[in-house]
């Protein structure tokens, strides 16, 4: 994913089928950055795409939660987010669990993000996808 002319992460999506549907778990998707971010500003844009899908309701919800969990994060670092098959969603950093959100309209609303029909990148999507 570039925004404007910088690269900003490599995205893959894995699912058991290796197809993805919208609302089947489990999932991973893995975000693999391209130079550095702080969590404060990783939190920020998860607000901005959410206010983009009309999410309203969720802007601002879980900055805590996100901030208390997720590290700075350094060129070459993954995060990645991973839900079981009752769409409960664990963050990973590198491959260390991170923690998880106890509500369960967040692992569908995370993931829309990426995967949305009004995702505002949809190139991006229809890659993670595989279209």
């Known amino acids: ?25 489990p999932v991973k998707l893995t975000l693999t950055y391209l130079r550095d971010f702080a969590a404060k500003d990783i939190v920020k844009a ?5 206010q983009h899908l009309g999410k309203q309701a969720l802007v601002n919800k879980y900055d805590a939660q996100l901030l208390a969990m997720w590290p700075d994060i350094k060129k070459g670092e993954a995060l990645s987010f991973v839900t079981n098959t ?22 569908d609303s ?20 595989g279209q």
Do not use: C
């Open 1 to 25: 994913m570039a925004y404007l002319f910088w690269d900003v992460y490599n995205a893959t999506l894995a699912t058991p089928s290796g197809s993805y549907v919208t609302g089947e778990h």
């Open 46 to 50: 998860t607000n901005e795409q959410w």
């Open 86 to 107: 009752a769409a409960r969603g664990t963050f990973y950093h590198n491959g260390t669990e991170l923690g998880s959100i106890d509500d369960d309209q967040f692992a």
């Open 110 to 129: 995370f993931l829309a993000i990426w995967l949305s029909e009004n995702t505002s990148e949809p190139a991006l999507r229809k890659k993670l996808i």
